[in-house]
């Protein structure tokens, strides 16, 4: 247990987060790379705190951020988190930088994990196009009309993409997460043309 515990040691991972987070999504799946030994930071659109929310409406937590996304490189990172609730990722996705943020990852062929409403920043730039996702449900018809196929699945991975659907799917989300982000890079990553 030790030792799958160490599975990410040395590695670095991203979080991409906004104000409107859903906490336990951060929280959980943050802790679940920090156990497994991976350095991780906050990156988020403005310097100072961002503030998390229970179930979309109640506010949690605030968070430090570490790095914004105009100070923040991909290259520097070997994993990309995307926590959910529905605020966060929408105005995320309104970002510009932010976006070329996350597209980097798959560029650079790094694993990308994506939970409830995280995977808006997915159909945003493109990379839902031509893979399998999963993610809360009132999102299927973007991913669709984003070229992806959209499944009900507790945690469903393609090819370093690893997404869920809601909190009650963290343990899944955050064992894969691990495995993949463990792996490191993938074979090649599908882009849009």
Known sequence: MAQSQQRLTGKRVACLAADGVEDVEYTQSRAAAEQAGAEVHLVSLNSG???????????????????????????????LLLPGGTVNPDRLRMNQQAMDFVRAFFEQQKPVAAICHGPWSLVETGMVNGRTVTSFPSLRTDIRNAGGNWVDQQVQVDNGLITSRNPSDLPAFCAKMVEEFAKGERVRHMTTA
């Open 49 to 79: 705190e961002i503030q998390s929310m229970n179930q979309d409406i109640n506010p949690a937590n605030r968070y430090r951020v570490d790095r914004t996304v105009n100070e923040a490189d991909a290259a520097d990172y070997d994993g």
